[in-house]
């Protein structure tokens, strides 16, 4: 890609400025005093936020949007050629880039921290931020996810540091080059780009290489296909450093004695040897407990004391979609959550049922995507075990990245087929063929005391929302 000098931008247009990538970066450019300007097919929490930052946003993607004076059009990979805007960009010879690219225009060459892995990204890349930051050292740091504490997903820092996750989708994270990267799974997803786990392994070693010799890969010691990218990376980079986190005791960072208590999760965390002590988080599950080791390895490896790191993780109180409870309805607790891929649903119905043990698991899940459904079927069939009903709505389609081979399978053959496998859950599990319907059935299953799990990356959200209007 030609070098883009930042410095000589003065209007920048965002093709899908509603995106949670693309609305970061539209941030970032605000703030560093670009004209700025995009649209959204509709209007959004996140729509509405840069509108206020004084950002001018079009709902309605169409050629008259696109001036003369715009210096650079920034958009999602999956923005087709034919649409509007885009055809415009390429007609009017204004240059363009994708949001990787962007990311990478701001990120590289500031001490970059990447967050990559099938799973956790928002979260690690959200108690990462939230550790250095409270460590002082006042770190950039970009989600795919709302935080909280930043009232959306960018934080500007004045520090020598840039956390950001870092997405495997479409190779998009091979347009950073960071100083460190935290690996903290590899499993088969993204199947209309990767048609195997090997393509897989492939690809988070092919990002590792981008480490400078004198980098470091911090890694997840459990997780075997992520522990063979780190052993091929350091058999081409011997002077790389490669620090290990997770359960074994041979790992450099590993944790012991999980528990639920009193709401919370503890365990305790051991440091080549030595004890770091205990340590507390607000939301559940082993997975976040390796989630927050790994922000505890960045912050240990950037001498981060023990207790500041504690405290940031204990103030940790989740992010938006990530097991968020959203309150109330009938007396049932909601909660929303991203889950996705097959073992990203399961471990949040278990880390659900851990959290909840008396309660009734409802899991309410609307597949993402006909070919991510029908290339990890059987894994899908494994995924709803915990739960005591389960409601499936129809599969979100993905316009763009659908094949019409893909569109055979549905919802409804996942009901029926985990109804087959599981005896248990045989008249517990149910099919809804749109979201009107996923309500109805909501409305006609809940009880008092239940903990509604609402999952899904669609626009199954609507629901989880629509309960408390």
């Given at each position: 890609m030609e070098e883009i000098d930042i410095e000589k931008l003065k209007k920048i247009y965002f093709i899908g400025i509603g995106g949670i990538g693309l609305s970061a970066i539209a941030r970032y450019m605000k703030a560093n005093g670009k004209e700025v300007e995009g649209s959204d097919m509709?209007?959004?929490?996140?729509?509405?936020?840069?509108?206020?930052?004084g950002i001018k946003v079009h709902y309605s993607q169409v050629a008259e949007n696109i001036t003369d004076d715009i210096d650079l059009a920034i958009h999602t990979a999956s923005i087709p050629k034919t649409n509007p805007e885009l055809s415009t960009v390429l007609e009017k010879n204004i240059r363009s880039i994708t949001y990787a690219e962007s990311l990478g225009l701001i990120f590289n060459g500031k001490g970059g921290i990447a967050i990559c892995g099938t799973h956790g990204k928002s979260t690690t890349s959200a108690m990462v931020g939230g550790v250095l930051e409270d460590g002082g050292i006042d770190p950039s740091v970009l989600v795919g996810s709302i935080v909280p504490r930043y009232d959306g997903n960018l934080r500007i820092g004045s520090g020598g540091h840039f956390v950001a996750e870092a997405c495997e989708y479409s190779h998009n994270f091979m347009s950073l080059y960071p100083q460190m990267i935290v690996l903290g799974n590899v499993e088969l997803d993204h199947t209309d780009c990767y048609k195997d786990i090997e393509e897989m392994k492939t690809a988070f070693l092919d990002f590792t290489r981008h480490l400078p010799e004198d980098g470091i890969l911090f890694c997840n010691g459990d997780d075997e296909?992520?522990?063979?990218?780190?052993?091929?990376?350091?058999?081409?980079?011997?002077?790389?450093?490669?620090?290990?986190?997770?359960?074994?005791?041979?790992?450099?960072?590993?944790?012991?004695?999980?528990?639920?208590?009193?709401?919370?999760?503890?365990f305790e965390v051991i440091y080549k040897d030595e004890t770091l002590g205990k340590f507390y988080l607000q939301v559940p599950g082993e997975f976040n407990a390796r989630n927050a080791l790994a922000a505890i390895a960045v912050g240990t490896y950037l001498e981060i004391p023990a207790d500041k790191i504690r405290t940031s993780l204990e103030s940790f109180s989740g992010i938006w979609r990530r097991f968020e409870i959203k309150g109330e309805y009938r007396g049932a607790l909601i909660i929303s959550d991203y889950a996705h891929h097959p073992t990203a649903v399961?471990?949040?119905?278990?880390?659900?049922?851990?959290?909840?043990?008396?309660?009734?698991?409802?899991?309410?899940?609307?597949?993402?995507?006909?070919?991510?459904?029908?290339?990890?079927?059987?894994?899908?069939?494994?995924?709803?075990?915990?739960?005591?009903?389960?409601?499936?709505?129809?599969?979100?389609?993905?316009a763009g990245r659908e094949e019409e081979e893909d569109q055979a399978v549905s919802s409804l053959n996942l009901v029926d087929d985990i109804a087959k496998r599981n005896e248990k859950l045989s008249g517990h599990i149910f099919y809804a063929k749109d979201l009107k319907e996923t309500r109805g059935l909501i409305d006609e299953k809940v009880q008092t005391g239940d903990i509604l799990l609402v999952m899904g990356a669609g626009d199954i959200v609507e629901v989880a929302d629509g309960l408390f209007k």
């Open positions: 509709k209007s959004s929490r996140v729509t509405e936020s840069l509108e206020k930052l296909n992520a522990r063979e990218v780190s052993v091929k990376i350091k058999s081409e980079k011997p002077e790389l450093d490669v620090i290990y986190f997770g359960k074994n005791e041979t790992d450099d960072f590993c944790f012991k004695d999980f528990k639920i208590a009193s709401g919370k999760t503890e399961r471990l949040t119905i278990e880390a659900a049922k851990d959290f909840y043990p008396s309660r009734r698991i409802v899991a309410i899940f609307q597949p993402h995507q006909h070919n991510r459904t029908r290339g990890l079927y059987q894994d899908f069939l494994q995924s709803f075990d915990a739960a005591d009903e389960v409601i499936l709505t129809e599969i979100y389609d993905v």
